[in-house]
């Protein structure tokens, strides 16, 4: 898991775990699925919406992570 280090100078930070990674994982897992039904993916509904599913997936692990970093 990856971590977003803040903090005034060496002594004084804090690590703040994210989910950078899985989002990462979503949008390769979608990407893929596109290229496997190379021209049909559209077309496909299943195709389709699992492709959107992954992308939607990847979209909330990452408002997450911002929402728990903005704290």
Excluded: C
Excluded at 13 to 22: K, M, N, Y
Excluded at 30 to 45: D, G, I, M, T
């Amino acid at each position: 898991m990856a971590e977003v280090v803040v903090g005034k100078d060496d002594k004084q930070f804090v690590r703040i775990p994210t989910r950078l990674e899985d989002a990462h994982h979503y949008r390769s897992l979608a990407e893929s699925l596109q290229k496997k039904h190379e021209k049909r993916w559209k077309e496909n509904h299943r195709t389709f919406n699992g492709v959107r599913s992954y992308h939607r997936k990847a979209r909330n692990v990452l408002e997450d992570s911002a929402r728990k970093v903005g704290k």
